[in-house]
């Protein structure tokens, strides 16, 4: 389809699992897609990215019809559709034209932070990479997250999910 573009990140697709949830640390993988994003610079000729995890179902169409009603809110740094009232969690992630833009401007200060390489205020680096991108959104930049809990239509997982990380909000 001509709607949507898939590109090559030429970065290996291995994945380690560990952390403190024993999930997969696909930090490197996902800041390369990101960096290959950033580098094509389509993002600049639409108005939402999506990332959506390889091994995920995507229904464009389910989403396609939330986002106009975010259409005054595009300025600015941007805006990133959360599904968690406490930080990211799952398979996608929404992040308007200008929220990608914002990312660009911080993600070497990001990933510095987030691998240890940093001098102060580092954060876990045996985390996935929904946290890498939430920590990096909601410490360095004014991104907006606007919770849409109904972003995602799978109420087993999302209960499972959210019950450990949402129940405090």
């Not at 939402?48 to 740094?77: C, E, H, M, N």
């Not at 200060?109 to 946290?131: K, L």
Request: hydrophobic share 40%; glycine share 6%.
């Amino acid at each position: 389809s001509d709607d949507f573009t898939t590109r090559n990140i030429h970065h290996s697709m291995v994945l380690e699992k560990g952390g403190r949830y024993n999930t997969g640390l696909d930090v490197q993988i996902f800041r390369a897609m990101w960096r290959a994003i950033i580098l094509d610079d389509e993002y600049r000729h639409v108005s939402w990215t999506i990332k959506v995890d390889p091994d995920s179902v995507f229904f464009p169409y389910r989403l396609a019809p939330l986002l106009p009603q975010y259409a005054d809110s595009l300025g600015g740094p941007g805006i990133s559709l959360n599904n968690c009232k406490v930080g990211l969690h799952g398979p996608i992630e929404v992040l308007s034209q200008n929220a990608v833009r914002t990312l660009a401007q911080v993600t070497i200060m990001c990933f510095a932070q987030f691998t240890g390489q940093c001098n102060f205020n580092c954060y876990a680096p045996q985390e996935g990479e929904d946290i890498w991108l939430d920590q990096c959104l909601s410490r360095y930049t004014w991104v907006t997250y606007i919770i849409l809990v109904r972003l995602f239509n799978f109420k087993a997982v999302f209960q499972c999910v959210c019950k450990v990380f949402c129940s405090k909000g």
